[in-house]
């Protein structure tokens, strides 16, 4: 009886462990390397990576900048 019972908690259990094979046949070998646990692409890019970064982080520091001249503007608060 305790066999049993056992043996139908231990077929209900999660087994989180896998196999090499199977992992390799469903999910293919994982990469390995600099900047593969990245989940966009650093090397090779036809835009530089570091373009793109300083162009957003330039763009999002000079957006207030830009709004307040053009408001300002708008007003009429450079007019001579």
Do not use: C, H
């Not at 999660?14 to 046949?25: E, H, I, V």
């Amino acid at each position: 009886m305790i066999g049993l019972r056992l043996a139908r908690q231990r077929a209900f259990q999660r087994n989180f462990q896998t196999s090499a094979r199977s992992f390799n046949k469903i999910f293919g070998a994982p990469q390995e390397g600099v900047y593969s646990n990245l989940p966009f692409k650093v090397k090779n890019r036809k835009i530089p990576f570091a373009f793109m970064w300083w162009g957003v982080f330039g763009f999002f520091f000079a957006f207030p900048f830009l709004s307040t001249y053009r408001s300002l503007k708008k007003a009429g608060s450079f007019d001579m």
